[in-house]
């Protein structure tokens, strides 16, 4: 019911729009009981403890608008945790990728490098809606994988590409994002696996940690630590001045077009922390997502800010790539800044839209913080027409 009436939402205009997202607030808010119970499980996990986790309610359940099946649907902490810390989850990951390559033999979109004076960036559709990332220093021949989920796409790649892959990038543990560690660590002898210490990436040989740098030929990639998502998540900032181009942002499960991450494992105050890490960075800056999440999430923006001109142009350009089935990456900061709602917790917009607060002049990182969990609760609720 709380999808049907935020679809509706569309239609209306000013303070409309408030009252009815007021309304689908209120009715979330009936179930802010059940969540505060899923935060206390998550305190009480331990195996002393003899309570058997409770899923989480249906209402909050994300439905995503592909229709194949998405590990991290909010089927319950128990299955988050079988998921992220037993074998259950990678033989799960590998049932995705079998169907995945069958489903998408060529991939579930279809993608454009990007060559900035001797560095490419070529994007690598993989599983149902994920992208990994091969970024080459062409002179040099050597190549670095951002989040390597199907070892076999991207080993097509770096054959197509003649390169030696030196470096592996994961930006957490999900399965969807590392599950590729293993075989390509094995079939190169000497490439080295990166990857936040605290979040148990598998086949980790190199931790990082925030502001660390990699250096691979021309390319400078440094680390930052933007946890939310998992505890250890990263991003990976290729910075462009050595070959005079735009700097590129590898956002992982961070930031989407228009979207962000679930947050699994911080709260609201947590990832409103590690959103503003990436607006601190400049407008030209190139963002890379983990997955093709574009047309959902500016429905969904849509939503929550219906008269924001720059998401409507944006949302027309998607609609025509996802038609072609061509992928939307990458988009800018600076594009990001005017119509993802999870980059505008300051705008006065939606914090009159998502009900009352503090304000901009009273103790703003809270109030922002709470917008954002506002935000995200009610994208759980979303279900893109």
């Not at 992220?84 to 490098?113: D, E, I, M």
């Not at 990007?114 to 992208?131: A, E, T």
């Not at 574009?294 to 720059?310: D, R």
Request: aromatic share 8%; glycine share 8%; charged share 25%.
């Amino acid at each position: 019911m709380a999808a049907v009436v935020a679809a509706t939402a569309l239609k209306g205009r000013g303070a409309r729009n408030a009252r009815v997202l007021r309304g689908i607030l209120s009715g979330a808010t009936a179930n802010k009981a059940s969540h505060n119970r899923t935060r206390a499980l998550q305190s009480h996990s331990s195996p002393e403890c003899k309570e058997e986790p409770e899923p989480l309610s249906p209402e909050l359940e994300y439905i995503p608008r592909k229709r194949g099946k998405n590990p991290m649907k909010a089927v319950g902490l128990a299955w988050y945790s079988l998921y992220t810390r037993t074998w259950l989850g990678y033989l799960f990951y590998r049932q995705q990728l079998r169907r995945a390559r069958n489903r998408y033999p060529k991939g579930h979109s279809r993608t454009q490098p990007r060559l900035f004076n001797g560095v490419k960036v070529l994007p690598i559709p993989v599983l149902s809606d994920n992208y990994s990332y091969l970024i080459i220093d062409t002179q040099a021949r050597l190549a670095v994988v951002v989040d390597p989920s199907d070892p076999q796409a991207v080993q097509a790649s770096i054959e197509k590409e003649g390169v030696n892959l030196v470096a592996i990038l994961c930006t957490h543990k999900h399965w969807d994002h590392s599950g590729g560690n293993r075989d390509l660590s094995r079939r190169h002898q000497d490439c080295r696996v990166y990857g936040s210490p605290q979040d148990g990436i598998p086949y980790l040989t190199h931790p990082l940690c925030h502001q660390d740098v990699v250096s691979v030929g021309r390319l400078q990639i440094r680390a930052l630590a933007t946890p939310g998502h998992t505890q250890g998540h990263l991003v990976y900032l290729l910075d462009g001045e050595p070959y005079k181009g735009p700097s590129c942002l590898f956002s992982g499960d961070l930031l989407f077009l228009s979207g962000c991450g679930r947050t699994f494992e911080g709260t609201a105050e947590t990832m409103l922390s590690s959103l503003d890490t990436v607006l601190g960075l400049g407008d030209d800056t190139l963002l890379w997502p983990g997955h093709e999440y574009a047309e959902e999430n500016l429905g969904f923006a849509g939503v929550v800010e219906p008269e924001n001109l720059a998401r409507e142009r944006k949302m027309q350009w998607v609609q025509r790539q996802r038609m072609e089935r061509k992928s939307t990456c990458p988009s800018t900061l600076g594009e990001e800044r005017s119509y993802n709602p999870f980059l505008r917790t300051h705008c006065l917009v939606l914090q009159e839209a998502l009900g009352p607060g503090p304000g901009p002049t009273g103790d703003d990182g809270y109030s922002r913080a709470e917008l954002l969990e506002k935000l995200r609760r009610l994208k759980d609720l979303h279900k893109s027409k």
